[in-house]
């Protein structure tokens, strides 16, 4: 039977008998489903190429869209419904027709298996990437974490250890001092003083207050410019400021780190123990 339809409502026939959306048929031709829809109304026509392309996807001679050409293809003959290719879409990362059975399932959207496997097969790849890179950084945190440990403990371990022999050899000299004088009530003072001596020298290898406390001395002063002129008593004035202000400099040094000493040996003993626990604990390294 002859067939006097335009090639826009041939389209729109196949479209519908095969369960096709406009947006996949323009997806599979990379157009947009405005252009299909214009198609269908007549405004416009596919060229030659993309008009084989239509045919291709569904299944159906290019003459078919001749004028006259048949419209057996719309129907499925009854002896051939059980071989009959159900087409549920077009898939999203290939662009290939899928038919019933092609399709990767539980995936959305739509998707064919190839397409499916190799994205599948690039997870695994990237997941397994990212696990090796996590197993190496914990390696390498735990391997830092065993070498602070040990930083720390050698730490701990001097301050205690130096601190003792000083203030042992301190505290020896002041008793036979004390004896040759017979002062012996000094010696009562001696063993206060190794004291506080001991806890001030260990925690002068350990961060913490009293480490920083003893050499605050000479951050609180700074030199400041000095303008002069570009000749010989500039220069002069130049020399001599410089030198007033290095002593100047040295003076503030030497009053500020004596007392910061002071104020770091007098606390000591009071800060040991708390300073101690916490280089136990890992919170400072020398």
């Known amino acids: 039977m002859e067939n006097n339809q335009t090639i826009g409502a041939k389209i729109l026939a196949l479209r519908?008998?095969?369960?096709?959306?406009?947006?996949?048929?323009?997806?599979?031709?990379?157009?947009?489903?405005?252009?299909?829809?214009k198609w269908e109304r007549d405004e416009s026509c596919p060229d030659f190429e993309t008009l084989c392309k239509v045919a291709q996807f569904f299944n159906v001679p290019i003459t078919y869209f001749e004028k006259g050409g048949e419209t057996a293809v719309l129907s499925t003959p009854s002896t051939d419904a059980k071989n009959a290719?159900?087409?549920v879409g077009v898939c999203k990362e290939c662009g290939k027709v899928i038919y019933?059975?092609?399709?990767?399932?539980?995936?959305?959207p739509l998707m064919c298996k190839d397409c499916h496997?190799?994205?599948?097969?690039?997870?695994?790849?990237?997941?397994?990437?990212?696990?090796?890179?996590?197993?190496?950084e914990e390696a390498v945190k735990k391997q830092k974490q065993v070498k602070r440990?040990?930083?720390?403990?050698?730490g701990r371990n001097r301050g205690l250890i130096w601190s003792g022999i000083i203030t042992g050899f301190l505290l020896i000299a002041s008793i036979i001092s004390a004896v040759n004088n017979k002062e012996y009530a000094s010696?009562?003072?001696?063993?206060?003083?190794?004291?506080?001596?001991?806890?001030?020298?260990a925690q002068l290898f350990w961060d913490g207050w009293v480490f920083d406390c003893t050499f605050f001395g000479g951050k609180?002063?700074?030199?400041?410019?000095?303008?002069?002129?570009?000749?010989?008593?500039?220069?002069?004035?130049?020399?001599a400021?410089?030198?007033?202000?290095?002593?100047?400099?040295?003076?503030?040094?030497?009053?500020?780190?004596?007392?910061?000493?002071l104020i770091a040996l007098i606390s000591a003993p009071f800060t040991f123990v708390p300073a101690l626990l916490r280089v136990n604990a890992g919170d400072l390294v020398d």
């Not at 002129?229 to 500039?234: E, K, M, R, S, V």
């Not at 400021?241 to 000493?261: G, N, Y």
């Open 16 to 37: 519908k008998t095969r369960g096709v959306t406009q947006a996949d048929l323009g997806a599979y031709l990379n157009i947009s489903y405005q252009a299909v829809s």
């Open 85 to 87: 290719r159900v087409m």
């Open 100 to 108: 019933e059975g092609e399709e990767a399932k539980n995936v959305t």
């Open 117 to 136: 496997a190799v994205l599948s097969e690039r997870k695994a790849r990237l997941e397994k990437q990212y696990a090796d890179a996590v197993k190496k």
């Open 149 to 154: 440990a040990k930083d720390i403990k050698r």
């Open 187 to 201: 010696i009562g003072l001696a063993f206060l003083g190794a004291v506080f001596v001991y806890a001030y020298i």
């Open 220 to 239: 609180v002063i700074g030199t400041p410019g000095i303008i002069f002129t570009f000749d010989w008593d500039g220069f002069k004035f130049l020399i």
């Open 241 to 261: 400021m410089k030198i007033f202000f290095a002593i100047l400099r040295f003076l503030v040094l030497a009053i500020t780190t004596i007392a910061s000493a």
